[in-house]
T-cell receptor, first 114, second 110 residues
């Protein structure tokens, strides 16, 4: 069974803290993605990765960085958390290849920045 | 023009009703199309892919109109468990990134 896990379901941090969100998939997928989802704005792509140590900016990368040291793990880093980064963060993975676009999502992390 | 547009709803329907959602996309070169379902406070999950010839999966039928650049989802004999947000999703480039619509909320009542 397909499985994407995220390190925390709920997280509360203070402004200025460094925040790490971890995502692990057990499907040997090449592609991994980080989104944030906000009411009225839908899902927005922050960063994605096609391979180990590879990363590409999505639509809203500002204020974020990522790390992919192993194929199964993709980390999202908020270098200095701000209140406007309060959101639901969703990780997803997919296979690399034509017509293999189905993305499988983790359960999400609800981050509150105070 | 937004890349993928959907009516946010909510669509309120009684059990057993038939309901249809449309979605328009702006990039005429888009390669593939999907409907995802997202339950309240849960992650999105693939409901079905949308093929040029149309496709059906039980009570769900998806259609693609490339000329008019819209996708539709028809749900027949609605169940209470169909209550969710339905996301229209487009692959604009043939690569692995997807563009998600903001979703259409469906509420099915007894």
């Amino acid at each position: 069974d397909v499985k994407v896990t995220q390190s925390s379901r709920y997280l509360v941090k203070r402004t200025g803290e460094k925040v790490f969100l971890e995502c692990v998939q057990d499907m040997d997928h090449e592609n991994m993605f980080w989104y944030r989802q906000d009411p009225g704005l839908g899902l927005r792509l922050i960063y994605f990765s096609y391979d180990v140590k590879m990363k590409e900016k999505g639509d809203i990368p500002e204020g974020y960085s990522v790390s992919r040291e192993k194929k199964e793990r993709f980390s999202l880093i908020l270098e200095s958390a701000s209140t406007n980064q309060t959101s639901m963060y969703l990780c997803a993975s997919s296979l690399l290849g034509e017509r293999e676009e189905t993305q499988y999502f983790g359960p999400g992390t609800r981050l509150l920045v105070l | 023009r937004k890349e993928v547009e959907q009516d946010p709803g909510p669509f309120n329907v009684p059990e057993g009703a038939t309901v249809a959602f449309n979605c328009t996309y702006s990039n005429s070169a888009s390669q593939s199309f999907f409907w995802y379902r997202q339950d309240c406070r849960k992650e999105p999950k693939l409901l079905m892919s949308v093929y040029s010839s149309g496709n059906e999966d039980g009570r769900f039928t998806a259609q693609l109109n490339r000329a008019s650049q819209y996708i539709s989802l028809l749900i027949r004999d609605s169940k209470l468990s169909d209550s969710a947000t339905y996301l229209c999703v487009v692959n604009p480039s043939g690569y692995s990134t997807l563009t998600f619509g903001k979703g259409t909320m469906l509420l099915v009542s007894p």
